[in-house]
């Protein structure tokens, strides 16, 4: 994707060939700064402190963090030292332990010599396979888009097959090309539909704590020069009940083998909303994201609790500038911080994959990836 008219993926190689650089998500919007990794235990800091995050670049993060361990340690023990320091630093994202799986199968039976080329090599491929997969999911999601726009509904009831007004499309998050590689899961759809000429605007929700919808999926909407207008977290449902948006799309960062989906936290609550109101409510993943092992969301993922201080303060740029936190709670009060939820199939219109779109069940999910029956 695009900033300043420059192509950027989220996730690179230094130009010595061996470091790892990263866009440092901690500092936008307000600044677009890369970060440089040299180690493992660099790679796990940029994950545990959410430099980058989201499901599908954490894996990929994490491929390359193994890439660092093996270029300063080749040896069997630092395989699974890596593997361990890396496994637990994000625990409900499933592209994360996906990835380690897939480095560490590949470089257990290597010797030793050829550990650091191998786990180069593979750590992008994953980019590269991230990035087609997501534009896949583009692909097959602007259909969906497409389908809306011809069908779509309008202000305060009824429907309309009129192309003579934008398809109103309300997000959850940042599932956008900052939270994979490039294009994104529920972005991408929106990315290719804009490439089309479709004429879309999405409803952006803030996404209390962090707010990686105001900082995040607004920043990239308008550096790609998409129409958005963000909005509180509680407004969605009001908007839905007027007929004012089409559809949802979110992402996932775990979906079970059932198409329970597991993302970031009020996404059920918007997905209970569409439900009510009639809007479709969809979910883009790639296949990285589904946890075949898994049936029941609610009671197998486990959804992480993050510091209290993301809920109890807010981080911003003040007059002069200068970016700085501040709290906005007594100073007695305590918070909790539930970083996800779980969004029961039943409540998903469906899902869109790199191969395709799918109802929210096995037997769906089943009909595109064969292999795993």
């Known amino acids: 994707m695009k900033v300043d008219g420059r192509d950027y993926r989220t996730i690179w190689l230094a130009d010595d060939g061996w470091a790892v650089e990263i ?11 890369s970060c440089r990794l040299e ?42 030292r890596a593997h361990e320091l890396l496994l637990a630093t994000r625990p409900t994202a499933v592209n994360l332990r996906w990835a380690l799986g897939e480095m560490s199968d590949l470089l257990t039976p290597l010797p030793a010599d050829g550990r650091v080329a191998a786990a180069y090599a593979r750590a992008a491929g994953i980019c590269d396979e991230d ?72 409803w952006v929700d803030e996404t209390r704590p962090r707010n990686q919808g105001a900082s995040l999926t607004a920043w990239e909407l308008a550096s790609h020069g998409v129409a958005h207008t963000l909005i509180v977290d509680n407004a969605g449902g009001h908007l839905m009940q007027h007929g004012m948006v089409d559809l949802c799309i979110t992402g996932s960062d775990r979906t079970t083998a059932e198409g329970d989906v597991c993302n970031k936290i009020g996404t059920y609550l918007k997905a209970l909303a569409a439900h009510d109101c009639g809007v479709p409510f969809h979910v883009a993943l790639p296949c990285s ?34 970016q700085r936190s501040v709290r906005i709670a007594p100073s007695a009060s305590p918070a909790a911080n539930y970083a996800f939820d779980v969004t029961p199939a039943r409540l998903v219109s469906g ?10 069940s096995r037997q769906g999910l089943l009909e595109l990836y064969p292999e795993r029956r």
């Open 39 to 80: 180690s493992v235990e660099a790679a796990a800091a940029a994950i545990r402190d959410m430099l980058v995050r989201g499901a599908p670049l954490i894996g990929a993060t994490a491929a390359y963090g193994m890439a660092l361990a093996m270029r300063a340690d080749a040896g069997d023990g630092n395989i699974s």
């Open 289 to 322: 994201t589904i946890d075949w092992s898994i049936a029941d969301g609610l009671a197998e993922i486990p959804i992480e609790q993050r510091d209290q201080s993301e809920v109890l303060e807010v981080t911003g740029r003040d007059a002069a500038g200068a």
């Open 131 to 202: 990035a087609a997969m997501c534009r896949a999911i583009g692909e097959h999601g602007a259909d969906l888009i497409e389908d809306a726009r011809d069908t779509g509904r309008v202000p305060d009831g009824g429907r309309a097959g009129s192309t003579d007004r934008p398809v109103n499309i309300l997000t959850h998050c940042n599932a956008g090309w900052l939270a994979t590689v490039d294009w994104g899961t529920a972005l991408a759809p929106i990315y290719v539909a804009h490439e089309r000429g479709i004429d879309v605007h999405v």
């Open 351 to 360: 899902l869109i994959t790199e191969r395709g779109r799918c109802a929210a």
């Open 23 to 33: 866009i440092d998500q901690t500092k936008l919007p307000h600044a677009f700064e």
